[in-house]
């Protein structure tokens, strides 16, 4: 058994088939990552992903894109019009003052052309993001994960105008926020969700609780089950925390996805991955995964493009900002993963300067050992 409660990596012939080999010397290096940097990384990885998709965020013509943009490869400012934008067929009215969500950017919904986050900075995050760094210093303040505080302030800060400049807010805040609106509890607010953006939140916890495994996964599927419910999305969630935490501690990135993929237990890495590598991305991430947000296709994505850039962060988020789709949030979790895997100094000093608002560092918990 491993650190982790697990049974060794080296499980079946197909696993010894695929982690035989010596390493690469890249991989060498990655394992000797200080815990600081990975940990630094892995949140950086986070908000850089996102940032970096953040213009082109829901682009699913890619033509467009480019047209648009050209090949991303900077922080860029979004612009209108957003040619694949469907706010103009979404809608939600607050039932309450308790569910107002939208406040000014309300007159924005139902037009034509509106690009999602056209407020936004170049190098700023989007709303999901802006939640996280919220969820970060209710870690840092409680000591640890606490739900209702959580809950508190996510709610204060949803429902208070001017603390975010965001014109989409995602579907799972709306019905949450219909439901609270109704006299529902905080706690029993959430839907059965399956996007991608459910998993962002994901992240920072498990950096938290690095070296408790147990109240790792514990806390983690306890935040996700109070906005995105169902099977789907504990699946995901599982299967991130378990990739996060072995990187975490020295595996290499591809070693980590290899056993997962070996184990063939996960919905999400049930693929042929290995034989993809040396297809094009945009056959991988559009043909045979959709670009969109839902976790059946956007986390197989992420698997896909961590194997083929595990050792290349600038590369692997910019070849996913430029496949368009979800990619703000399928980024972030990517971002996550190489950040955990190739440490902060991985990425380009221009991404890491050139956030807006750069995720909160994290206070030391009570229960950590020395980093190694």
């Known amino acids: 058994m491993d650190r982790f409660g697990y049974k060794a990596n080296i499980g079946c012939n197909w ?3 695929a982690m035989s080999g010596n390493p690469s010397k890249t991989e060498k290096k990655m394992s ?6 990975r940990k630094r990384g892995c949140l950086y990885g986070l908000f850089i992903g996102d940032a970096l998709a953040m213009p082109v965020h829901w682009y699913y013509d890619r033509l467009a894109l480019q047209r648009d943009y050209g090949h991303v490869k900077d922080y860029l400012a979004p612009r209108n019009p957003h040619p694949d934008s469907i706010l103009w067929r979404s809608s939600y009215e607050p039932i309450s003052k308790a569910g107002n969500i939208l406040h000014e950017q309300a007159q924005f919904w139902g037009q034509r052309g509106i690009h999602y986050h056209q407020f936004l900075k170049a190098g700023e995050n989007t709303l999901n993001l802006k939640l996280c760094a919220l969820l970060i210093e209710s870690l840092n303040e409680k000591g640890g994960y606490d739900a209702d505080d959580y809950l508190g302030r996510y709610i204060t800060y949803m429902t208070t105008s001017g603390n975010h400049s965001d014109t989409y807010v995602e579907e799972y805040h709306r019905h949450f926020f219909t439901q609270y609106a109704k006299g529902v509890p905080p706690r029993k607010c959430g839907v059965q969700e399956k996007h ?3 998993l962002i939140g994901v992240v920072p916890i498990v950096i938290f609780y690095r070296d408790d495994p147990e109240e790792a996964r514990k806390a983690a599927l306890e935040h996700l089950s109070l906005t995105h419910l169902g099977a789907k999305m504990e699946g995901a ?5 378990d990739l996060l935490l072995r990187i975490l501690h020295g595996l290499p990135l591809r070693e980590a996805l290899m056993v997962e993929i070996g184990k063939q237990k996960s919905q999400f890495a049930g693929y042929p991955f290995l034989k993809w590598l040396e297809e094009a991305d945009e056959l991988v991430v559009g043909r045979r995964f959709s670009t969109a947000c839902y976790v059946e296709e956007s ?7 961590a194997l083929k850039y595990h050792d290349d962060p600038e590369g692997g988020l910019i070849a996913n900002t430029n496949l368009g789709g979800d990619n703000a949030y399928r980024g972030a979790v990517l971002g996550g993963l190489l950040g955990a895997a190739n440490g902060i100094e991985a990425f380009p000093e221009r991404w890491i300067k050139g956030l807006r608002h750069p995720p909160p560092e ?6 950590e050992g020395k980093d190694k």
């Open 15 to 17: 696993e010894r088939r």
């Open 32 to 37: 000797n990552v200080p815990m600081e940097s």
């Open 196 to 198: 991608i953006g459910g």
């Open 237 to 241: 969630t599982s299967l991130l925390v």
């Open 299 to 305: 986390v197989p994505s992420v698997i896909y493009l």
């Open 362 to 367: 994290f206070s030391k918990p009570a229960h």
